[in-house]
């Protein structure tokens, strides 16, 4: 019985390994980085200023409310925000197919409790 000596490794399927866990890591990654809820921003061609960890306000267009990505109605949105004093930014992103009356209750609502540092989040123009 003769043995063949083994000039070299085969790194194929190393390779494809490899690309299958890169693909599932950049996935994930975009995945993080959007958030868990998905809306659309609308544009604008200013760009906002920088704050220090603000509290985030999510509106979809059927009319969800999402505070730190947990659902609550629009009732109970100053109940939720007791914990954060007045003077914290909040930034509401609010989803370009809503209905502007849905934000415009929102808006009133928070400056009926006392917050007015609001921002709204935007993408910039291309």
Known sequence: MKI????SINVIPFIDIMLVLLAIVLTTATFIAKGSIKVELPEASA????M?????????????????????SNETLLAELKEFSTD???????????EYQFFVKTI???TEGGY???SIASMKEN
């Open 4 to 7: 063949k000596k083994i000039e």
């Open 47 to 50: 760009s906002a200023q920088k």
């Open 52 to 72: 220090e960890k603000p509290i985030e306000i999510t509106l979809d267009t059927k009319g969800d409310v999402y505070l730190k990505n947990k659902k609550i």
């Open 88 to 98: 914290s930014t909040i930034v509401i992103n609010g989803d370009k197919g809503m």
């Open 108 to 110: 009133d609502l928070l």
């Open 116 to 118: 007015t540092h609001l």
